[in-house]
């Protein structure tokens, strides 16, 4: 079965840490995502990529940078996490010849404290 | 920027009652829009999609949805719900490529 791996289900870290938030896939896709998810707003995108080493802005990009050094791993970094960054996030991904064919991870909730 | 609107946070259904979930788009063009469901405590998964021909599009666990494109809607409908379909349903539009743009959620709790 093909999946998206988020490496922790749940994270508390300290305002100020930096936050690293890992996302593998196994299905040699293209395309991959970073959603956060949020109560009574839905999922916003933060950053995607097209390809290794390839990185976009969404809609909410402040605050965090993403890595993407291998095709199958994304990574989300908050650079000084603050409290306003506690939120769901879920990663994502598709291939090129599927665009809108997403599958995603479970999920990692953060909680800054 | 393509949008979707869904009008009600919350709906709670009878079991076996029908079910219509609202969704509407602003874009000007034919959007490509899609319905995703999260179940509790797990990632998304789409249901259907529409991207042009048949406005009546069938999709998986017995859901179908409707374009209309003089109302801008793209609605979710099961004839007859189920105790499993409780979950959280989100509508989508894609505003560009392989990216795509949710609304805020629809909660459907389902009553005995």
């Known amino acids: 079965d093909v999946k998206v791996t988020q490496s922790s289900r749940y994270l508390v870290k300290r305002t100020g840490e930096k936050v690293f938030l890992e996302c593998v896939q196994d299905m040699d896709h293209e395309n991959m995502f970073w959603y956060r998810q949020d109560p009574g707003l839905g999922l916003r995108l933060i950053y995607f990529s097209y390809d290794v080493k390839m990185k976009e802005k969404g809609d909410i990009p402040e605050g965090y940078s993403v890595s993407r050094e291998k095709k199958e791993r994304f990574s989300l970094i908050l650079e000084s996490a603050s409290t306003n960054q506690t939120s769901m996030y879920l990663c994502a991904s598709s291939l090129v010849s599927d665009n809108y064919g997403y599958t995603f991870g479970s999920g990692t909730r953060l909680t800054v404290v | 920027a393509q949008s979707v609107t869904q009008p009600d946070i919350h709906i709670t259904v009878s079991e076996g009652a029908s079910l219509e979930l609202r969704c509407n788009y602003s874009?000007?063009?034919?959007?490509?829009l899609f319905w995703y469901v999260q179940s509790p405590g797990q990632g998304l998964q789409l249901l259907l999609k529409y991207f042009s021909g048949d406005t009546l599009v069938q999709g998986i666990k017995g859901f179908e949805a409707e374009f209309k494109r003089s109302q801008s809607s793209f609605n979710l409908r099961k004839p007859s719900v189920h105790w499993s379909d409780a979950a959280e349903y989100f509508c989508?539009?894609?505003?560009?490529?392989?990216?795509?743009?949710f609304g805020k959620g629809t909660m459907l709790l389902v009553s005995p």
């Open positions: 874009y000007g063009a034919t959007p490509y």
């Open positions: 989508a539009v894609a505003p560009g490529y392989s990216t795509l743009t």
